[in-house]
């Protein structure tokens, strides 16, 4: 008789951990590499408080919009605004009003250690960026938004050809300040919470004034979707207060 309480106290936390985690599901997520260091330290945290688990593909947004485009399928997309939008106006996504998650703007980064320039004002980060011996920024080419960015300032700022024979690229997807770090690079320029993830850099700050472009993440579950509520639950999280305080510590200003 005294077992009894035992063992029914047993079976129900049983069947109280597979009422939690019953439709417990498999998702399979694009997500920008703009976000990628917050998500990877979110993704344990999400995974333990929800019985989901994560499949995360990493590339820049444009990338990944095309590979939609192509006829890939995710059961989320984390993207750029631009990207989500364009993915709902072609029909391979959906969202909500929580689809907005995160925002981040342009940093500078030099090794750890080295002097920092100026870039407090336009004239001073130009004059910075001609006075370096060799920079590196995400290739347009690829799509990336930073990228996109800098190829279309360095033109309006009267110095693309200048800057042209000392800018070195890094791979597709791959981050700018690594070759900080490698000594190919004096200087990277990329998305924020990118270079910050990289160790053995300095941030020296944003661009300055208006010269900063700032980028707006968003999430909606991929069209077709079967894990729907599985995918609202991660957006959902996105927006969490643990969520958001990651976000912050990794260079992105919560939504």
Request: glycine fraction near 10%.
């Amino acid at each position: 008789m005294i077992r009894i309480p035992g063992r029914a106290a047993a079976v129900a936390a049983l069947l109280c951990a597979h009422a939690t985690f019953a439709h417990a599901a498999d998702l399979k997520v694009f997500s920008t590499i703009g976000v990628q260091a917050a998500l990877e330290e979110l993704t344990p945290k999400f995974e333990k408080e929800s019985g989901h688990k994560l499949a995360i593909t990493w590339a820049t947004a444009a990338v990944l919009v095309k590979r939609v485009q192509s006829g890939e399928t995710a059961d989320v997309l984390v993207l750029t605004r631009q990207g989500l939008d364009t993915m709902v106006k072609e029909g391979k996504a959906t969202e909500g009003a929580n689809a907005t998650f995160a925002s981040s703007g342009i940093a500078v980064v030099v090794k750890a250690g080295a002097p920092k320039p100026d870039i407090s004002t336009p004239e001073a980060f130009k004059q910075t960026l001609l006075k370096a011996k060799a920079i590196s920024y995400s290739n347009p080419e690829h799509g990336g938004a930073s990228g996109v960015y800098l190829a279309k300032l360095l033109e309006k700022m009267g110095i693309a050809a200048e800057m042209k024979a000392k800018t070195h690229y890094p791979p597709p997807s791959g981050n700018a300040a690594n070759l900080v770090v490698s000594g190919e690079a004096e200087l990277a320029i990329q998305q924020e919470p990118e270079v910050m993830s990289v160790k053995g850099v300095d941030v020296v700050g944003t661009l300055p004034g208006d010269l900063n472009n700032v980028t707006v993440y968003a999430a909606g579950p991929g069209a077709g979707t079967t894990q729907g509520d599985a995918a609202q639950a991660l957006i959902k999280f996105l927006h969490s207060p643990e969520a958001q305080a990651v976000f912050k510590a990794q260079g992105l200003k919560p939504a």
